[in-house]
């Protein structure tokens, strides 16, 4: 363990993160000989704050982790959008294990972890980006959270839709460039001519002009005052949305008309700080052309996914609350809808729409070896946003 109690890649592969349970279990199975293959799904009881859909991410991950193991793994697409039951009311699998259970028990844990967090984290920048439609939206939520993770909730931020990260190691994880302005110690030291100014001489050249005009003044002046002075600013930064002075829609509105008014137009409005999901609309109506969103998207809500056994030496067996035995996961080709059926089914229709299904559980590791090539980041994300068109933003 490390100096900030991060675990490592190695002692997570090594099973070091795991409940002590699991250990246990296999010790006694070890020691009586049990030796049982069994296969296990991946489900969600149900979503955070009654959420519609959820976004499924963290598969790389798990495919990370599991690799090397005498396992095979089944798992819907990475970026697939999930409800927790098909329109029959039965659970639909994200994931399946297959293996002898002592093999893979003590993955449980991490594994569940990586998918929890990063479907949660994932799912809820997919609905910041459905709120804000083609306005920019940005996380800029590393700083609320453990700095270890700093690239894994960047990553997940991208791929549930937001358009850039803050962090460094962030955007190493996605390829990008990462994207800031200037906080407001900047402007406290220098002050906030000066500081502009500053940033506008020292930056190169490809590093956009957003100047920060919140730290002392009127945001309606100050945002003048930027234009004035700084040629060729991209925009302004207004970051106290929960600040003494109010109404930020309000203001939003009256600083976009003094910029039109004044031959600025082309002097974009981006509002940070304490932003969550319901805020984006309004301001976005009131002319705001980006988001920096922190909190909401890196403390996003976990999707509680539960592991479970449905087999037991290839006869269907399901503790209470769970449907046992081995399924296929089909996919509405038209409304994109997920159904689910007993393994032995050959075809699915949507009940919808009367369409044909697809299959979407399908086969990454097969005895520990990779079948299936990983989708790029870029790529993950973009099915999201194609399928973010689809559904609605709430329920
Ligand atoms: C930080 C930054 C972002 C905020 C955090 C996003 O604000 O400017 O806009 O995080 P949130 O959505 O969780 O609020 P400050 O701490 O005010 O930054 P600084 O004073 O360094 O400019």
Redesign the pocket.
């Known amino acids: 363990m490390d100096l900030f109690h991060i675990a490592s890649g190695d002692e997570i592969k090594k099973g070091l993160t795991t409940d002590i349970y699991f250990k246990r279990t296999v010790e006694i199975l070890r020691h009586k000989k049990v030796k049982k293959s069994v296969l296990a799904e991946f489900t969600v009881g149900s979503l955070p704050d009654k959420y519609p859909w959820a976004v499924f991410a963290g598969l790389e991950y798990v495919v990370k982790l599991l690799e090397g193991l005498p396992i095979t793994l089944y798992s819907i697409p990475e970026g697939t959008l999930f409800t927790p039951r098909d329109p029959e009311g039965v659970p639909i699998p994200v994931m399946a294990i297959e293996g002898e259970y002592s093999s893979f028990s003590e993955f449980e844990t991490p594994a569940l972890g990586l998918i929890c967090q990063a479907s949660g984290i994932a799912t809820k920048s997919a609905r910041i980006k459905k709120a804000a439609e083609d306005s920019v939206v940005l996380s ?2 590393v ?2 959270m453990h700095p270890a993770l700093a690239p894994f909730i960047d990553r997940n931020a991208y791929i549930g839709g937001c358009d850039g990260v803050s962090s460094i190691l962030g955007a190493e994880a996605i390829g990008k460039r990462p994207t800031g302005t200037m ?3 900047l402007m406290l030291i220098m002050g906030e001519e000066e500081a502009w100014k500053a940033y506008d001489e020292i930056m190169p050249q490809d590093i956009p002009r957003i100047a920060l005009i919140d730290t002392f003044g009127d945001e309606k002046f100050a945002s003048l005052e930027a234009a004035s002075k700084i040629k060729d600013l991209l925009g302004v930064r207004l ?1 106290t949305p929960a600040s003494r002075r109010g109404n930020m829609e309000r203001i939003v509105r009256e600083v976009r008309w003094e910029l039109d008014l004044r031959g600025y137009k082309n002097v974009r409005i981006y509002v ?4 969550d999901e319901d805020d984006i609309p309004p301001l976005k109506k009131a002319g705001a052309f980006g988001f ?5 998207i890196s403390n996003a809500p976990t999707i509680d996914f539960a592991m479970d056994i449905v087999e037991v030496e290839g006869v269907p067996l399901a503790k209470k609350g769970k449907f046992s035995g081995r399924k296929k996961v089909w996919r509405c080709k038209k409304c994109k809808a997920l159904y689910v059926t007993p393994y032995e089914a050959d075809t699915a229709t949507c009940h919808s729409c009367g369409e044909e299904t697809e299959l979407i559980l399908q086969k990454y590791l097969e005895n520990g070896k990779l079948v299936r090539p990983l989708p790029s980041v870029d790529e993950i994300r973009n099915y999201v946003l194609e399928q973010l068109k689809q559904v609605e933003f709430s329920l």
């Open positions: 800029f939520g700083r609320r906080p407001h110690a970051d940070s700080g304490g932003l920096g969103v922190g909190t909401s």
